[in-house]
Each structure stands twice: as structure tokens, then as C-alpha cells.
Antibody, heavy 119, light 113 residues
Framework: QVQLQESGPGLVKPSETLSLTCTVS????????WIWIRQPPGKALEWIGQ???????IYNPFLKSRVTISVDRPNKQLSLKLNSLTAADTAVYYC?????????????WGQGTLVTVSS | DIVMTQSPDSLAVSLGERATINCKSS????????????LCWYQQKPGQPPKLLIS???ARESGVPERFSGSGSGTDFTLTISSLQAEDVAVYYC?????????FGQGTKVEIK
């Protein structure tokens, strides 16, 4: 059974770059699409982007200029970088996995990590 | 992008009664070549990540109680909880996975009356 664990700083300053890592354990890394999603406190889910295990990416067009998602296949990790942070980027950040296939729902989520953007 | 709009934003239902949540997409999420609706429903309890309940608009995931059902096609979808239980208190989200830019509804909070 796959498990996903996000890690990274809980507090980041405005204008800086957020870097998060998601470590995948217990299942294959290959053949899946891996997702980053965020949720501001008390608000709805927002899809940030996805990456195929080969490295091809699709980003939320509203965040595309600030986001980079990458994979480290040997270590079964995916990473998220989000630059030029503002308070509006304060959220719980989740990594997740789609079911097998290109257009499928998400069937597995990490527990999420809260990132606060504040000076 | 496909905008997903849920209604209502919140509802309070008595235990054992029916709860109905609607989700409307700004564009059809029905793929004509396979006649499948690329729409799913998640349940999110406080402090937890979302949990997938229903895929393809009406396919219940393994282990999801039968009281949860999904229906609809094209642009209009419904999640129904036939007999609300205390453990169903949560926020429910619809999501389309038709477009490469996935989008969620704003969520519907279900509470006990």
C-alpha cells in the first residue's frame, strides 16, 4: 500500500521560494501521475500541477509562472518549488497520486503539510 | 478552465435523512468516445486529507458505504447520502479530471441538524 509523506519548512518569508518534498513508499513510483494540491485554511482545494514519473508536467495556468514540479525516480520523491511567495500562498500542501491512467481521479493523498508565509 | 460550482455551500440534515449535493461544470465533462463522465467526489473530514468516494460520476470506490451514490451526466451531477450517519459529517468536493487543468468545486459542508 502506497504512502506519501510531505516534508519542508512550516514557515517561509514573503518573496522567498517554498521547497517541499514528497517521499513515496510502499508501492511503485513508475507508471503513475503525481500531483501537488493546496488548501488555504478554511478554503477549497486548489490543484497546483502534476508530473508523470517520466518528468512531463502540467501546471495550473494561474500558478505556472511561479511553480516547478520535479521527480527523483531513484529515491521515489517528487518536489514542489513555488517562488515569489505572498500571504495568499499560506496553505496546507498535499502531494497525491492519481489512479493508473492519464485522466483519472486521485486515490491516494499524503497527510499534508501546513506552510505559513509570514515575515 | 472548467469551473465547478457546488450547491448548497452547506446543509444540515437529520440523522437518517437524505442529503443531496449538486455540482455543475461550466463545460461538459462527458467524453463522447467512451461515454464516461470525468467527474469524481471526495469527502474531507476535519484535519484529514480528502478521500475518494466516487469516480466516473457514479462508480463507488471499494469500501465506500452504499448510502453514498453519484449521478448525473454532462454538466450536472449529484452526490446523495441516502441516510445520513454521524460519521458523514464532512466537506464534500466534486472535481473534474476531463481537462488537463483539474478543478474542484468550492465544497459543501454537511452537518447534523
Amino acid at each position: 500500500q502506497v504512502q506519501l509523506q510531505e516534508s519542508g519548512p512550516g514557515l517561509v518569508k514573503p518573496s522567498e521560494t517554498l521547497s517541499l518534498t514528497c517521499t513515496v513508499s510502499g508501492d511503485s513510483f513508475s507508471s503513475y501521475y503525481w500531483i501537488w494540491i493546496r488548501q488555504p485554511p478554511g478554503k477549497a482545494l486548489e490543484w497546483i500541477g502534476q508530473i508523470y514519473y517520466t518528468g512531463s508536467t502540467i501546471y495550473n495556468p494561474f500558478l505556472k509562472s511561479r511553480v516547478t514540479i520535479s521527480v527523483d525516480r531513484p529515491n521515489k520523491q517528487l518536489s514542489l518549488k513555488l517562488n515569489s511567495l505572498t500571504a495568499a500562498d499560506t496553505a496546507v500542501y498535499y502531494c497525491a497520486r492519481q489512479k493508473l491512467g492519464e485522466n483519472t481521479p486521485i486515490d491516494c493523498w499524503g497527510q499534508g503539510t501546513l506552510v505559513t508565509v509570514s515575515s | 478552465d472548467i469551473v465547478m460550482t457546488q450547491s448548497p455551500d452547506s446543509l444540515a440534515v437529520s440523522l437518517g435523512e437524505r442529503a443531496t449535493i449538486n455540482c455543475k461544470s461550466s463545460l461538459s465533462v462527458l467524453y463522447s468516445s467512451n461515454n464516461r463522465n470525468y467527474l469524481c467526489w471526495y469527502q474531507q473530514k476535519p484535519g484529514q486529507p480528502p478521500k475518494l468516494l466516487i469516480s466516473w460520476a457514479s462508480a463507488r470506490e471499494s469500501g465506500v458505504p452504499e448510502r453514498f451514490s453519484g449521478s448525473g451526466s454532462g454538466t450536472d451531477f449529484t452526490l446523495t447520502i441516502s441516510s445520513l450517519q454521524a460519521e458523514d459529517v464532512a466537506v464534500y468536493y466534486c472535481q473534474q479530471y476531463y481537462d488537463s487543468f483539474r478543478t474542484f468545486g468550492q465544497g459543501t459542508k454537511v452537518e447534523i441538524k
